[in-house]
């Protein structure tokens, strides 16, 4: 199952996500699971798919105000250079012998369609993105609860059991301001962006094929699968996981390939009007458009 949240003049909606568009979640349901975090917490899943077989879309997939899928997440977390490339901002540099990890704050997101803000000048002119796959920490193994997907030091044979799906992530960077700090860099309000949905991992039958092709202005500037990455998704989850105590709804964002505009030679930063579109395979299609900020 697919779900999204978007926003209308109530506040906050949730919805299912289909290919003919999205079914808005009402009455008592819609008390019950205001959000897909909600949803993952409550374990609401059979609850919305029952309730929704059969019903007809309410909206158009392009016709509503979209909101990060995990909006309302207690933990953003990102893990920087996780596949082979030219680093944006050091150049070439060896593979990491750890895990390097950095959050994103509230407001650095939007939700898919919505536009991407370029940053003030100076800052403007290394302005970049990233496609990335997010992993949703939730019960998605046997023996898992909401209460108890996540935790301490999760062992790498268990980690799928505790992650309830999958989103994506444009991790929108101003390389420049990394030199600073690396999360100056990464925090820019409206700077990167989530969507469109949140797809149950039950619908992945291989994670490890999964394919991310990003496109700006329709040409393919990055294209990888899961089973590119330096550190696998078990052995992130392990590593997060001694760190910091994960629960429902926590997300993970779990790197990019080569092809970003730092990574580029000649490097091509994004610009006032681009059109950016990130797609993973089993989960849908980002789009974005750079506006003036």
């Known amino acids: 199952m ?3 949240c978007y926003r209308d003049n109530r506040g906050p909606r949730l919805g299912v996500y289909t290919h003919e568009g999205l079914i808005e979640v009402a009455g008592d349901l819609a008390e019950t699971y ?3 975090r909600a949803v993952i917490e409550k374990s609401g899943f059979a609850d919305i798919e029952s309730w929704a077989a059969g019903r007809e879309v309410d909206h158009g997939l392009e016709d509503v105000e979209y909101l990060p899928p995990l909006y309302d997440a207690e ?3 990102c893990v920087g250079v996780n596949y082979p490339k030219r680093h944006p901002v050091d150049g070439e540099i060896p593979p990491p012998e750890n895990i390097f990890l950095f959050n994103k704050w509230e407001g650095a997101l939007v939700g ?3 536009p991407l803000i370029q940053p003030p000048s100076p800052a403007a002119d290394s302005f970049d993105y990233e496609g990335e796959l997010v992993l949703v920490i939730g019960p998605g193994g046997p023996g898992v609860t909401p209460e108890t997907a996540g935790g301490r ?3 790498k044979d268990r980690a799928f059991d505790h992650i309830a799906g999958y989103t994506i992530l444009n991790d ?3 390389r420049e301001w990394q030199k600073h700090g690396v999360p100056n860099g990464k925090n820019f309000t409206g700077s990167g962006a989530s969507g469109p949905c949140f797809v ?9 094929a999964m394919e991310l092709k990003t496109r700006l202005n329709g040409e393919q500037v990055q294209n990888a699968t899961v089973a590119d990455m330096i550190f696998d998704i078990p052995t992130i989850i392990n590593y997060v996981s001694t760190i910091v105590h994960l629960r429902s709804g926590d997300i993970i964002s779990t790197g990019s390939p080569a092809g970003s505009g730092g990574s580029r030679q000649p490097q091509r930063f994004l610009r006032i009007g681009d059109e950016l579109e990130i797609e993973w395979s089993g989960v849908g299609c980002l789009k974005n458009k750079v506006v003036k900020g």
């Open 112 to 114: 898919h369609l919505q």
């Open 200 to 208: 149950t991992a039950d619908e992945i039958a291989d994670v490890s």
């Open 172 to 174: 929108g960077s101003v």
């Open 153 to 155: 030091a999760i062992p």
């Open 2 to 4: 697919k779900l999204a």
């Open 34 to 36: 205001p959000s897909i």
């Open 75 to 77: 933990k953003v977390i």
